[in-house]
């Protein structure tokens, strides 16, 4: 299932989101923020760019038939590969989403650019559940709590920059 969403964040250049994003104590902040039970954050920057690891248990906010198989929480580990500052600024990350012993995953590409007032967050990805005959209806669940957790985070970047 394609996973596309873009955010705003108005007011701030490319570079302070991007500070922001691959900040490990930002990130750290947001799993908390977000209810997260237990989480690791890590980032290490790799030339102009970063690697941005996290890995949290959060609770399952998931429609029951899908909690029957994920139990009432779910560990996910989010990795996001940074690119450097392309030539208009902009910057992109290889993102995959994956949870922990299930399987259930959104591999796609972010891309942070300039806007006219600020910055624009663009995610473009595929979720997949590879479980017969039900996976294509658990996927948009999937697809729905990526999209809530990431809105979270930058409703809380907001606040932050």
Known sequence: MKLNESFSYSGSDVESVYA???????RTES?????????TVTVE???????VTV???????LPEFVKKLTGSTVKVK???????????????????VSIIGQPAE???KAVLSATGDGSEFVLNGDVKVSIPFIG????PEIAKAITSSL???????MERL
């Open 136 to 139: 294509k209806k658990i996927e």
């Open 31 to 39: 799993c908390a923020n977000q209810g997260s039970t237990d989480y």
């Open 78 to 96: 989010q990795t996001e590969v940074w690119s450097g500052p392309g030539a208009d600024g902009s910057r992109s990350a290889d993102v995959k």
């Open 20 to 26: 922001l994003i691959t900040d490990q104590e930002f």
């Open 55 to 61: 890995i949290r248990t959060q609770a399952a906010e």
């Open 106 to 108: 959104m591999i796609g």
């Open 151 to 157: 809105r979270e985070e930058v409703a809380y970047g």
């Open 45 to 51: 920057e790799k030339g102009d760019g970063a690697t």
